[in-house]
């Protein structure tokens, strides 16, 4: 009867939905959304013929789905949306379809706020207020669930001091099936009686999971989506011909306040590439003058001055280039994460990353401390710039948080332009395959436990808590286009029984990480101390179901490229406004030319996009990599001084600064969505661009409470 | 017989050039050149259509002329030059049409050539030998000509220096038919019994022109030359792939140069809006706390104080911002030149413009030379970098040159870093209208005879003998989309016959400019003065017979941008290696969108490019805009280091820093064709660049040779 073969798979969805959008999912939908996640595991050649999330812009693939769904219901009356909404012309599918497509889009914003609230990240106002009006319930303000984080010292204060810790609880924290729980005492411990912690639970999660998987690949979903998504773009493209003067207007009359002196945070950037290559060179070559006999290294427990450590490289720093240093992203590095992995390497000498760009090393990584305080210096100077720089945890060692504690507080790495972030590489099977580490438990126990420890009893780590008190976030990162192989269900080995040297899949990191800083969240917040967001790399390059798995657990994501290849995802990601640090000058050296870049999209479309570096030492060329980026954008883009100034106050909504922080820098209100929370005194954004977003997202937020009410 | 209505001009063409290329021109040349010129100068959607110029890709007009060409000639045996050059299978013209077309490339270059020698401008080396190969005459390295730079200060000379002039010539400096001559003596001049310095003659002159116009729409060398560009191109990515890697590592070798600290100039800049737009703002406001009191404006008499001035604009400098301040382009600039110029008023407001960005005014131009100083200061901070600030001579009034030399010596305006050019807007039309001039060759007087007189006797005008040994170049400015609707041929009135209101077109403008710079040249060569280059703005905008005009008479130029629609004239610019200073970031604003910007296709091909910023305060964000301009170049166009290197060299080349200069910066043998010439520890280019670039161009050069003597 049907020529597709994923035909069955969208009728097995659409029946699914059919039943109601809110039962919990049967071995029917688990079944699906294993077939789509095996066809996202073949090569991305295979994966392009078969486009399961996607909707070419004449949509013939899917007006055949339409056509056939239609087909099936046939008996029921052919009810057009337009009847009932006069506006939605460009709707065109049947009020089934509709039906059918809200009340998956209605689900799916509510498992995004469920674990939000979890874990406490955010979840905004306004999508909130609509589904209790679909559950007619009243959305209260106290509902809010927010993140907490540190305020910058007062005047005087010591952001290392270590006095005023909370004491002891005395608490248990042990890991059982990859997630680290916390007991009592240990006699509650070995009998499992955590304390009331709530968490995700494994099941539902999967459950969710599938859920969200037969969606993105749902016919009428994906017309549906893809059909408010192209609304969303001529709109925005009617309201910038008709209200730009209008906007430029307002920003002439707003006093003081242009786009130079208006907050911007770079909430996206490795600390180890967080200066650019002239930088690193200079650095070198200054470090070199002062410090030539130094011992700085040890070779098979042979001491090396600096000196020698050059010598045996055959170099000297007073010859070094920014072409010999070789740093720099290149035609080389496209489409080759490997190569550019390399590039980390000055002069593609592994010791000299060691000496300057590591935490840890024969100088306790001094300039390593040294360099970043110099480029939070350039950003003190530069007066509007912030950057959340990320170290790395790798949970090869239960030992690396106290190290890094050490470096933090030995260094006074501390500057009120730079929120920190830690990093986990996603490289387990590295680690095992040298036997670093037994099973993929033991990571997630290296990486959470001794945090989970220093939370408990502060005073027993206080260098780590003070450390703690500084860090924002954690991300999740490796080159995303490696495939696992392994598909993420019920039936996945738990992380201790996780043994073999391949890694576990993106999902799988993804959901680990993610149950643990949930957990980590509760103890924090319940102690009054900050909360950790999850922020990872997510939709660079590899499978869609990377963008499910961070729609559903992460506060926001960096990149967010492949949101182009899934328009229900991209709609979700919209009306969730989950926040996309983007990089394009960096994923034009990576994975797509820079005017390929769908950033412009996106911005016109609504997301929440912020701008970001990703490696000035890698992509760029200028001292002000943050305006470097921001500058190519404008003009490859043709971005207005309010475009600009709306995706600088995204990146401080983003950030991981304070409340204090952003009640100064974006207005008392900025918590409110809409006009009502934006100063244009210190945003330097138009009233009339924020009212526009604001009432579009209302509307679409709208069509989806009227599609589920329908019925 | 023939569908085109330009089939007949292209024949006659063809006959023309079969009669023999070297002949001069007849009354059907002119004949064609005038319909040729004619068919310009209506509006671009009939010139698309007719694309007399162009070659698409497809060439099916051109394969039809082709055709149409061989069929005239059918008695004639079909020799393929793929018999003779086996290397030349791209270019499957017939034998014939290949001599025709090296016959016309030929006397193109000798015209150029002619007319760089009569201007002491530059021509260089390599095509100058094979010209005289093909006339069978010896080159010399003394018959080169070369333009005259003031050398750099010595350490504790005096730029401004007014000793040491040399003596009263007693001469007798007149115009005549636009164009001034020297005499001996007033008798001499009332007889018109010139000194013999050469100059062009306005009948060869046309001639030369109408054979070029004729050339340029000729079927078979537009044939020709298109597919010797595509080659020129493929060989070019050929290049690439298998030298890049090579290349990179001569440069990663060569110790201390990378491309930070090779040299570059900003070879195109408006002196008033050199600064960025937040400079200005820092400056503005910074004036204003500094001398809110004092006198800075007088308004029908009254004398205003900057307290006043501001406020009768309604403005506090306080609560200015650069939105307000509104300066820079955006998207309603583009394709809006007149927009674009409204630009360059702070605020609006003319009044704030002279105040700060002129050289003339109630405070005798103090802030706006005060403004380009910090700039210069910025610019030997950065210490690699130059720039050629243009400052205007309008023509209006003939005490013009002394008010620009007294505001250059009065604030003792001078960098090693600055080297100054004049630039002339063509704006007769309007000083003639308000009836400031009562000719077109009043203006010209007022424009070239200052300068004669104080080439003549220096010590009449000490501030201006100054002025004009740190001034390099003469540019010719204002918007090239603006038809005249004239065409230049001997019947032109002369100069001083020109008393209408509308200008005269862009070739009769660059024609009369070139004509008394040559003079001019000729008598400051003599005094052992420095010479003038002819730097005009070309190819911006409007027809394409700007470019050929331009061809004949410009040591290099500004734009270039539609030499994409000639490929005749593109293949002359290579051959030639005529400088070109391109600014990719302005016409993104004003004409042309980034990624279609012919840079990266005129570099690969070999064309002499060099990058530019034009406005720093409309276009750039950041406090290095040369640097902006190459970073984003770098980054949309994926220029390699090399790249970056070259063109860096080429802007060296291209501008008017002196000879003791540019060895230092380039390397002893700077002016060298090919390898020889580049010493890439000055440089950081690498040989294998410079030996293909040589060696592409030899190769080019003799296929003309070879089509000239295949007779």
Redesign the interface.
């Known amino acids: 009867m049907f020529s597709s073969p994923f035909a069955s798979l969208w009728l097995a969805a659409v029946s699914l939905n059919n039943e109601f959008a809110l039962k919990p999912t049967d071995d029917r939908t688990r079944a699906i959304a294993e077939r789509v996640f095996a066809s996202e595991t073949k090569d991305d050649d295979v994966r392009d013929e078969i486009s399961l999330f996607d909707v070419p812009d004449d949509c013939p693939i899917l007006n055949q789905e339409l056509a056939q769904h239609v087909t099936e219901d046939d008996d029921e009356e052919k009810r057009s949306v337009n009847k009932i909404m006069p506006f939605q012309t460009v709707l065109q599918v049947t009020m089934d379809d509709f039906e059918l497509a809200c009340k998956g889009l209605y689900r799916a914003l509510t498992i995004r706020e469920k674990y939000m609230r979890l874990a406490f990240q955010r979840f905004p106002d306004t999508p909130s207020q609509f589904l209790r009006k679909i559950e007619g319930e009243q959305w209260k303000p106290e509902d809010q669930v927010l993140p907490v984080f540190t305020s910058p010292p007062k005047s005087g204060e010591d952001p290392f001091c270590t006095k005023d810790f909370p004491p002891n609880l005395g608490y248990v924290a042990r890991m059982k099936d990859g997630v680290i729980y916390v007991y009592k005492d240990a006699a509650s411990a070995d009998k499992h009686q955590p304390l009331n912690h709530p968490g995700p639970d494994l099941v539902t999660f999967i459950d969710d999971m599938n859920f969200l998987i037969a969606l993105i690949a749902q016919g009428p979903t994906k017309t549906y989506t893809h059909r408010r998504l192209k609304f969303l773009m001529s709109k925005f493209n009617v309201h910038e011909m008709l209200n ?2 209008e906007e ?1 207007k307002e ?10 002196n208006c907050r911007k945070v770079d909430t996206h950037i490795h600390a180890a590439a967080c200066m650019n290559q ?1 930088h690193l060179l200079r650095f070198i070559k200054k470090s070199y003058r002062v410090d030539a006999d130094r011992v700085v290294h040890v070779l098979k427990g042979k001491e090396m001055t600096m000196k020698e450590l050059f010598a045996s490289l055959n170099l000297h720093p ?7 240093l ?1 740093v720099h992203a ?3 590095t ?1 489409q080759r994460f490997d190569k550019f992995n390399a590039k980390y390497n000055p002069v593609g000498a592994s010791e000299l990353r060691d000496l300057y760009m590591k935490t840890e090393n024969h100088i306790s990584g001094e300039y390593f401390a040294t360099i970043i305080k110099e480029v939070a210096s350039d950003l003190e100077d530069a007066r509007y710039q912030y950057a959340e720089p990320r170290l790395s945890i790798y949970g090869c060692n239960p030992n690396e948080w106290t190290k890094l504690a050490s470096w933090f507080n030995k260094h006074r790495v501390f500057s009120p332009h730079l929120k920190w972030m830690i990093q986990v590489p996603r490289i387990y099977d590295i680690f095992r395959g040298r036997n670093f580490v037994p099973h993929f438990g033991k990571m997630l126990e290296n990486i959470f436990l001794p945090i989970f420890q220093a939370t408990i009893d502060p005073n027993s780590n206080p260098e780590l808590s003070v450390f703690l008190k500084h860090v924002t976030a954690f991300d999740s990162v490796d080159d995303e286009s490696k495939h696992s192989g392994h598909m993420f269900s019920t039936k996945s080995p738990k992380p201790e029984e996780w043994d073999i040297v391949k890694s576990p899949s993106y999902s799988y990191w993804i959901y680990y990480m993610y149950a643990n800083i949930a957990r980590l969240n509760q103890l924090r917040k319940e102690r009054g101390m900050n909360t950790f967001q999850f922020r990872p790399h997510c939709g660079e390059a590899g499978a869609v179901t990377h963008l499910l798995a961070c729609f559903m657990t992460a506060d926001n994501i960096s990149h967010g490229l492949n949101l182009k290849k899934s328009p229900v995802l991209q709609y979700l990601y919209y009306l969730a406004q989950v926040p996309i640090a983007m990089s394009p ?1 960096s994923n ?1 050296s990576l994975f797509l030319e ?2 390929k870049n769908p950033l412009l999209e996106f911005h016109k479309k609504g997301l929440m996009v912020s701008l970001s570096t990703d490696d000035p030492m890698q992509f ?5 990599p943050l ?2 980026e ?3 954008a ?3 883009f ?1 971005l ?2 309010c475009d600009m100034c709306e995706i600088a106050r995204n990146s401080v909504l983003q950030s991981g600064l304070s409340a204090e922080e952003k009640i100064h820098f974006l207005g008392t209100n900025y918590l409110k969505d809409g006009p009502e929370g934006n100063d244009i005194r210190k945003t ?1 954004l138009a009233q009339i661009r924020m009212a526009y977003r604001y009432e579009t997202l209302c509307y679409e937020l709208n069509l989806i409470r009227e599609g589920v009410m329908a019925d």
């Open positions: 730009e003067m430029m920003l002439k009359k707003n006093p003081h306040r242009d786009f130079y002239k007073y010859d070094l280039t920014v072409d010999s070789d290149g035609r080389q496209f000058l034009n820079y005017n760029h060329y200028t001292k002000e305006m470097e921001y500058a190519i404008a003009q490859v043709k207005s001084t330097n």
